[in-house]
């Protein structure tokens, strides 16, 4: 059986300062103690992949090339589109608590990922199409794969949760953690959860940390 399995990239410094960072916006990734991706890559190789896939934006990329060299893959790592994260508008870089305390109803809603005029005008992603973006980039991976074979997929806490969601019709999902894994299976075209926000294999996790975008 094919198998996708899903990263969410390393933590960020605006990760730690609880900002709002979607597709338009990319803070340093924190790299000083690289423990957590090793722990990770560990955890990952006791699985073969044939393909490596990643968002376009550098936070993911970073993250796939120091996994992937952890592992010791040498595998190309393509980046797709669909993979990015949600864009959140002029609402990048601001921080969570004062969003809250600002427009808490609208906040309310991006958490809840419903569409509003409101956060449109914003410059916030419509999440119907940034649900469809993601699904339709996990079927574009599936169909690359041979049968029983793993693709790694590099990417974002907020549309890696709202796809998985649209590719397996589960929508009791919570937020991913910083380097967590979530293992899609596929079968005859359909996708089937394995695995969801694994970080067993880390030694320190925060019990905390989710999507600075969800309440």
Known sequence: MKRLFI????KTAWNLAKRLQGAGADSQLLTADLTGYHQLARYLA?????Q???SPITRAKQTATIV???????????????LKELSFGQWEGKQRADLIATSPA???????????????????EDFAQARARFRQALQQI????????NALVFSHG?????????????????????????????HEHRFYLDVYNQTAYL??????EGNVSIL
Not at 7 to 10: A, D, L, Y
Not at 158 to 166: D, T
């Open 7 to 10: 990263i969410r990239h390393g």
């Open 46 to 50: 006791a699985y073969p992949f044939t």
């Open 52 to 54: 490596v896939y990643t």
């Open 68 to 82: 992937t060299q952890a592992m010791g893959l040498t595998l190309p790592i393509h980046s797709l589109p669909g």
């Open 106 to 124: 609208l906040f309310a809603k991006l958490s809840r990922r419903e569409n509003d005029p409101a956060l449109q005008a914003l410059g916030v």
């Open 142 to 149: 599936a169909a690359r794969l041979g049968e029983n074979e």
């Open 158 to 186: 907020g549309i890696s949760q709202l796809g998985i969601k649209a590719a397996t019709g589960n929508e009791n999902l919570l937020g991913l953690k910083n380097l967590s894994t979530s293992i899609l299976a596929v």
């Open 203 to 208: 030694t320190h996790t925060d019990l905390d």
